[in-house]
Structures are given as C-alpha cells and as structure tokens.
C-alpha cells in the first residue's frame, strides 16, 4: 500500500516534468523565428511597400523580408478562406500592402526590443505593426509558471513522500522492538540496527517511482489518441515526447532518496528514544 501512495503521489510531479518539457518544446518551435506584420494604410502604393522593405534588408536584426501584394492577398482569401465568396462580391479590393519581416529572437530584447517595435509601429505610412512576439512571451510566462510549480508541488510531494516512508519505517521498527532491543543490548551499533530498516526505505521509494513512471507513461499514451486529433483538425504536427531515460533515472533515484531520508529520520529518532530507555 505504501508503494502505491507513493507511486500515484509522486506521478503528480513527473507529470509536470513531462508536460513543461512538451511545452518548452512547443514554445521554441512557434517561437524560433519572431514575425512581425506591417500593414500599410489603404492609399498606399506597392513602391511604397517596397520601400519600407528595402530599407529593412541591409537591417542586421532582419532574417528574411517579404512583400505581400494586395491583390495577391485577395485571390488567396478569395480560393482558400470559407469568406471566398463574400469577397468575390466585393467592389473594391480593401486589403492594405503588408511587409512581411522575420527577425532575430533577440532584437526584441530589453530597451532595445522597445525601441524597435516603436520603430516599426512609427513607420510611415505604416497603419498597423502586429508583433508575434507578444504571443512567445505570454508562451514564456507560461512556461515559466508551469517550472516553477512543478519545483514546488515537487518539494511539497517529496516532504510528503518522506513522510509515509518513516511512518511505514516507524511502525516495522515497532514491529520488532523486542528484537532491536536485545540486539542494542547485545552491543550493536546503531548502523547495524539501522542498515534493514534504511534498505527497506529505500526499496519502498524505489518501487514507487517504478508505479510512477509507469502511471505517467500510461496516462500519455491514453492520451496520445486525442492529442493525434487535434493536431490532424489543425493540420499542425505538434512535438510530444514521453518520459526519457534520464527523466526515468532521475525518478528512480530521487524515490529512493526519499524512502532512504525517511527510514533514516524514523530509525534515529526511534533509536535515540531507545538509548535513553536503555541508559535509565
């Protein structure tokens, strides 16, 4: 019973892990290349676009700078877009000549990254300036959230972990009290009294990261189905990994730590008591 609980309370945390991982994942691959959109004002000319993008090709913070034509833009709402036939009706084309610009993650850094997006959005004749990197901090911010939970829903569950450990340790040392009694008195050291009770521990920890991981691989795989759907409804292939040798090592160690801290607290505080029964 004790492998289970601990098993099913620490496959909370792996969980995590295994779900900020995907998401760091996801996040560098939407995020790799920040776009940035102008769209000029409607009295604006293809020279015009042209222009603003000549002068951003020789930019060093610029990867790739692209032109979209207005009347281009129009024939793909037109064939691609389900207001196809809204827009066939429309007299007069109302999409604006947009610039199109790839550029350096970091250029939107700091004060820097300030002063350029204000750069961009103060353009002439530039009527709007839409920022994907918006969108890569609040995927950040989230991602950032999400770690940080994990290390303290990890720190309280690890505590709690110790805790069954040493009241599973605890009632086996009462178990034998009689036994550990005799062999104290016998001249035993308190390493010799203490070494099955602290294997026993670590054993327990052991075998409940092993349901853990087993709990967590389980779930993703139940899970993998739906998340197939999704990604085929969106036609966007999303990265999902399950939990990797390293993730399932450091399980298995940092269980049997854990199992081992706590056979460890209750075996000393038990023999402590012991000793000074024995002294009076």
Not at 4 to 11: D, E, K, S
Not at 30 to 44: C, D, H, I, K, M
Not at 112 to 134: N, R, T, W
Not at 150 to 162: E, S
Request: aromatic share 6%; glycine share 8%; hydrophobic share 55%.
């Amino acid at each position: 019973m004790s492998v289970l609980v601990i098993g099913v309370t620490l496959a909370l945390p792996v969980g995590l892990h295994v779900l900020h991982k995907n998401f760091l994942a996801l996040t560098a691959d939407l995020g790799a290349v920040p776009e940035v959109s102008l769209f000029l004002e409607t009295s604006a000319t293809r020279a015009m676009a042209e222009a603003i993008a000549d002068g951003f090709r020789a930019d060093a913070r610029v990867i790739r700078v692209e032109v979209i034509d207005r009347d281009a833009a129009l024939a793909a709402l037109t064939s691609d877009s389900a207001l196809g036939v809204a827009a066939q009706a429309l007299a007069v084309n109302p999409l604006p000549y947009a610039v199109a610009l790839e550029v350096e993650r970091d250029a939107f850094a700091g004060a820097a990254g300030e002063a350029f997006q204000a750069e961009l959005s103060s353009l002439p004749g530039v009527a709007d300036a839409i920022f994907d990197i918006v969108w890569i901090r609040r995927l950040e911010a989230i991602s950032e959230l999400i770690a940080r939970a994990a290390v303290v829903i990890a720190g309280i569950i690890g505590a709690g972990v110790v805790l069954i450990t040493g009241s599973t340790i605890r009632n086996g040392i009462h178990s034998r009290r009689d036994e550990i009694e005799v062999l104290k008195l016998c001249g035993a050291t308190d390493a010799y009294v203490s070494r099955p009770f602290l294997y026993s521990g670590a054993i327990q920890g052991l075998l409940g990261a092993v349901v853990a991981c087993f709990v967590v691989v389980l779930a993703i795989a139940l899970v993998m189905p739906a998340l197939d759907q999704v990604t085929a409804a969106y036609e966007t292939p999303l990265p999902w990994s399950n939990l990797s040798f390293g993730a399932v090592v450091a399980t298995l160690a940092s269980g049997a730590l854990m199992g081992w801290v706590g056979a460890l607290v209750a075996v000393r505080v038990y023999i402590k008591r012991l000793d000074s029964a024995l002294a009076e």
